[in-house]
């Protein structure tokens, strides 16, 4: 068996996700080809070849690949995915927008979002939010999947593994980039986060959430947010957990003004524990809680904060 | 321009699914269907497209069981004004639904699909990707703004980071998140309306597609459940759990 992990980067550094997918590779066994596809992309190639597990790094660096397009990238992948048994992305937005038309292209049928592995062609998915478990076999010769990142644990990186230039790709001429608006924080980021403070509806203002960001950074926390949030524009989509936003699990997460709709525990119940606040005691999210708290979160957060200040007992 | 908007019908999204017992699948008898959240905000794109001028046709088509009939209904007293139904029961895999809809492209040469991100059954999040491919076209996912110009189309896209902007040549393939927009309610004078209007049927068949699943599945079964929490009723316990019993923080 060959896998060819397409490596998520921003041209100088890999994005964390990709860790996880190589984790992935290394529990399907085999030689692991990571891919880095980018324009100006040496300082991602460079963090690629100590990722412990890669046999190589391909690196493909030209200009048409530099904003990660898929239309540029797609053709690329093609191009050498059939010298693998398996081609894998993180399922994240860029691994979402890439690898479904690379498999296309392929005549393949991608499987999505895997969370385990059982066999080389039979692996485990959620479906409907999170609330069923797939187990699916893949009867086309080569497979092409996604990997949920919370699934996996974070490869190391204290290998050096040879880095190859692979060239031919081309300009599609489909699409052109024009420009990103990202969320610059100091916070850790919410996908990797081992502790996530995320607030609701509850929350009732943009304003409010700075409460939020305030007992966040007393814990070392990522802030995150229900769609209610988001839609109501207290706080930017990034922040998004749920079904088909962000797929979160960390150590300790907890939810303020969260009622816990389906769509949003699907984002967040692998979390290792989960308190919530809020203050109506028949909230959906109390079902899935570690620890419940049914109050005002206007008082309980500056209680909160004051608690987290006095000294372990 | 003419629009095509792909959509899909699933179990409601209000509804909590169950495993049959004999991990087959999910029970789908006697479950309320609805068109798919991510399809709704589609249709209801296309329909704003048309208002502004931007589109002159709207197609509404799925892929599936004959009673996909009932949400082409809905997307027509939304405003589509024809739909095309693809019998095939059951409804096939992602890649199949791309070169049914691949065929259905090549017949009516929109300028525009626009289709939802994913579907709230099976998570997959590929089909527009899958179409795009096949087709050859520009690509613009999880789209949460979009504007069409004469020979482009506009799109703000939400990614992990944040938001990126990309310019996409005509034809293109747009796949929509959910604050896009406010999918509108049909008026009943529109659900009477979409009665008449016209729906085409064809087959896997008759369009040249073989739609033979690629995946096999084993089994389906609940996810394992949390073990029931406890009630706190101060901070100062509330952080005594969280240090000495759940050891988080």
Redesign the interface.
Known sequence: MSILVIAEHDNTSLRPATLNTVSAAVVLGGEIDLLVAGGNCQGAADEAATVDGVSRVLMADDPALIDG???NL?PLVESIARNYSHVLAPA???G??????????L???????ISAIESPD?FVR???????????????VMKLITVRTTAFDAAGQSSTAPIETISGCQEA???????????RSERPEL?TAD?IVSGGRGMQSSENFGMLESLADK?GAAVGAS?AA??AGYV???YQVG??G?VVAP??YIAVGISGA??HLAGM?DS????AINKDEEAPI?????????ADLFE?IP??E???D?P?? | MKVLVPIKRVIDANIKVRVKADESGVELNNVKMAMNPFCEIAVEEAIRLREAGHAEEIIAVTVGPTQGQETLRTALAMGADRAILVEADPAPESLAVAKLLKAIVDKEAPGLVLLGKQAIDGDNNQTGQMLSGLLGWSIGTFVSRLQVEDAVVRVTREVDGGLENIELIQPAIVTVDLRLNEPRYASLPNIMKAKKKPLDTFTPEALGVDVSPRLETIKVIAPPARASGTRVTSAAELVDKLRNEAKVI
Do not use: C, M
């Open positions: 397009l898929a239309e797609a994240t937005t860029y979402k927008n890439l690898l479904p038309r690379a498999a296309a292209l005549d393949v049928q991608q499987i999505s979002d039979t959620p479906i409907y939010a999170g609330n069923a478990l797939a187990t699916v076999r893949s009867l086309d001429g489909l699409s052109k980039f024009i420009g990103e608006e990202l969320t996908t502790i814990l769609r988001v839609d930017p989509n990034d079904q088909t962000k150590d300790l389906i769509q119940k290792k524990v989960i308190v109390f079902q899935v809680a570690d620890y419940g708290w049914v309980a209680q909160l004051e608690a987290l006095s372990s007992s």
